[in-house]
């Protein structure tokens, strides 16, 4: 029996994190030999502690074992594609992100644009895979001399949360829009949320989008299930054009 075939037969025994987990791989079991047991778990829209005991619930000592596993299931079971088939296809679908971003909500983004320029602090915030974009958004307007501040973690973010006042700016990355991992955040700001509150994800069903007042739902989610790219290119790629949109008002 291989590896997917004691995922499937397991299924009834999983708890409902791990199935998570299990749904997950069973869609997209080759991402399991670029991932990490976090970016999985971010993926998966679930907690790293419920990663590992799906792990063990089939028998492996942890994550890196299960990986294992996965990498040889793969390995043994792989199709080589054309190389340049693939390019086509991977660089086909970046340029069709690209247009997607141009078909963004032009208000919405203005709102964004406007919000980040107010002479009101910016609160700027994203952790694991949406770390990257928040810290590239907080340097881009340092070099635009907007005064922001930035936390890559739930204990600082905890933290700024209690400075934040009204008419404040917070954007926050998160790219799964899981809201489980904000817990204690939320708690923190749910009865200080600024007026100017943006949630930016690629989910468009995530469930953090009914804690704030604005949400911009970036495009690519399917493509970055997909390919073994990390998923902050795409919200990158968005805050360097939200920066480009800032300058030119200045």
């Known amino acids: 029996m291989n590896i997917i075939n004691a995922i499937q037969q397991k299924t009834s025994h999983f708890s409902k994190s791990e199935l998570k987990v299990s749904d997950y791989i069973l869609k997209y079991p080759e991402h399991v030999e670029t991932f990490t047991i976090t970016k999985l778990a971010d993926r998966a829209g679930t907690s790293t502690s419920a990663v ?58 203005k709102q964004l644009e406007k919000a980040l320029m107010t002479p009101t602090m910016n609160y700027l915030l994203g952790v694991h895979f949406s770390a990257l974009p928040a810290k590239e958004l907080f340097l881009g307007l340092e070099d635009l001399g907007i005064l922001s501040l930035y936390a890559n973690d739930y204990i600082n973010a905890a933290h700024l949360t209690n400075t934040i006042s009204d008419d404040a700016t917070l954007v926050l990355f998160s790219i799964s829009g ?17 007026q100017n509150s943006f949630l930016i994800t690629m989910n468009p069903k995530a469930a953090l ?32 054009l939200l920066l480009n949109l800032i300058h030119e008002q200045q």
């Open 178 to 194: 899981n809201k489980s991992n904000f817990s204690h955040f939320l708690t923190a700001i749910d009865n200080n949320m600024p």
């Open 209 to 240: 989008m009914a804690n704030f007042n604005h949400s911009i739902v970036l495009p690519g989610s399917s493509f970055s299930n997909r390919s073994v790219v990390d998923a902050q290119a795409v919200p990158i790629l968005f805050v360097e």
């Open 52 to 109: 590992l005991r799906f792990c063990q619930s089939l028998g492996f000592n942890g994550y890196k074992e299960f990986r294992f596993e996965m990498i040889n299931y793969l390995r043994n079971n792989r199709h080589h594609a054309d190389p340049r088939d693939m390019q086509s296809i991977f660089l086909n679908d970046y340029t069709k992100i690209i247009e997607q971003l141009s078909q963004l909500d032009s208000k919405l983004m």
